[in-house]
């Protein structure tokens, strides 16, 4: 008997002696590049999680068109995803609200009389001329896109219900996603520098960067973080009834456990809370344009009810102090140089969101990505956020965007108190986001 207490004992020791927690350990404290607390973050969240869900589920967040035909300019083969956990269901004509699929592109741009002056053939520049390409100039200055518009006009656009296509784990792995993500942080992500020698990116590293460069990467690095969760937050699982979509909490270790990541996991993770207080930071700037967006859908009652959650929601977030000073990026001589650098390398990754063989990948990469972009516009824009000229499409990527940061926040902290209960089972298997060649530490390869 004596044998059993002492073997349990030593299991208990080594249960206790490992860090399950480890990858929260830096989830506390100031969120770097930040002036706000992951403490606050959470208080914020605690309050916006429940309607915020409750809001995307509304029409006019529901239904997205998008062309995901496009080519991918990048390699020449993209191939396709044969699994079935990869394939996307369409909207038919029908399930689509009138008022989105008769007014699908509505923006708060300039009007048709002021773009149809300013198209005129004109050989002889007048001042009135010259008034309206300044005003053409200040427009696009005003207006900023971080992402290649998508073509949501074009006969392969269509329109997705995003509720039946929920962001999961399909199992699209392998070199077709590695060169998805290798692409993106080797090619687009600027690289630390030491001693005039190109580094790897780590935590560390990156400090070796200007603000804006550091920026770029947390962005990048917080939203891969946010697939990532929402891949093992809704992994293919079995019970006695059959196959379900649960929680997989040795998938989550493996991501983003110390032990399998090199020690960057939890960084990964706290970057997710950067990006998510990026685009709150956005949502909440364009708070006087909300107040006068007109969420059309067809339906009075619901596109007036949509706007007043809305509206309640973007003041809530207002309770979360000091999020992200954007005021603080792109200032200085070298200003304009390094804002195209940032805004060439963001529309590089919205375009290799093209390339990506898994459909629901495809549509769900877009869709954040695009949001993202669309954060960076509302905060880099010149002028007052009220006159920023949005499609309808960027401001449903946008909200969804931020949604599944949402949703990330909360499978964390369902993972946390999971491992807080779990028994030790040995060291996770190595993530395949760790360095096998130079800058690839986070080429991960699963979407």
């Known amino acids: 008997m004596w044998g059993y207490i002492s073997v349990f004992c030593v299991l208990t020791t080594a249960v206790l002696s490992f860090e399950l927690p480890a990858c929260f350990k830096h989830l506390r404290g100031q969120v770097d590049d930040c002036y706000c607390k992951v403490e606050d973050v959470d208080n914020t969240h605690s309050v916006s999680f429940e309607p915020l869900s409750e809001l995307v589920q509304r029409n006019y967040f529901r239904y997205y068109k998008v062309n995901l035909d496009k080519p991918c300019i990048f390699w020449k083969e993209r191939g396709e995803c044969t699994r079935s956990t990869c394939a996307l269901k369409t909207c038919t ?24 002056e300013l198209s005129k053939i004109n050989n ?40 039946q296509n929920p962001e999961r784990y399909t199992g699209y792995s392998g070199e077709p996603a590695r060169r998805i993500w290798r692409s993106i942080y080797q090619e ?31 962005a990048v690095s917080g939203l891969h973080s946010s697939i990532s969760i929402h891949l093992a937050a809704k992994y293919p699982v079995q019970d006695f009834f ?21 020690g960057e996991g939890p960084h990964w993770l706290k970057n997710l809370y950067f990006v998510y207080l990026v685009e709150m930071r956005a949502i909440t700037k364009a708070l006087p344009l909300w107040k006068r967006w007109d969420f059309y859908t067809g339906s009075t009652e619901e596109d007036t009810k949509t706007k007043e959650d809305v509206v309640k929601i973007v003041e809530s977030l ?35 969101m093209d390339c990506v063989t898994c459909d629901k990948c495809r549509l769900w990469g877009k869709i954040q990505i695009r949001g993202l972009g669309t954060a960076l516009k509302i905060l880099f824009s010149g002028g007052k956020p009220e006159n920023l000229a949005l499609e309808r499409g960027e401001v449903v990527t946008l909200f969804n965007a ?20 779990s028994e030790y089972a040995g060291p996770p298997e190595e993530s395949d986001r760790k360095q096998d060649n130079i800058f690839s530490t986070f080429s991960r390869g699963e979407l």
């Not at 008034?131 to 074009?154: T, Y």
């Not at 979509?245 to 983003?256: I, T």
């Not at 309770?319 to 200003?335: I, M, R, V």
Request: net charge negative; proline share 4%; aromatic share 12%.
């Open 402 to 421: 931020f949604n599944q940061l949402s949703h990330s926040l909360h499978y964390v902290k369902q993972f946390k108190d999971q491992m807080d209960y």
């Open 318 to 352: 207002l309770s979360c102090p000091d999020t992200f000073d954007e005021a603080q990026l792109f200032k200085g001589p070298a200003a304009g140089e390094i804002l195209n650098d940032f805004l060439v390398h963001f529309r590089n990754i919205s375009q290799i």
């Open 124 to 163: 002889v520049i007048s001042d009135d001329r010259i008034a309206a390409l300044q005003k053409l100039e200040k427009h696009e200055a005003d207006n900023i896109n971080f992402c290649v518009q998508e073509d949501e006009e074009s006969e392969k656009a269509e329109f997705y219900d995003l509720l």
């Open 93 to 116: 004509q029908a399930e689509v609200p009138v008022g989105l699929a008769d007014n699908n592109n509505k923006s708060s741009g300039p009007t048709c009389e002021e773009e149809q």
């Open 242 to 262: 059959g196959q379900k979509w649960g929680p997989n909490l040795a998938e989550f270790s493996r991501r983003f456990l110390p032990e399998s990541t090199d």
């Open 188 to 218: 687009n992500c600027f690289k630390p520098k030491k001693d005039s020698l190109f580094i790897d990116l780590t935590h560390k590293s990156i400090n070796y960067m200007c603000k804006e460069k550091r920026v770029f990467f947390r």
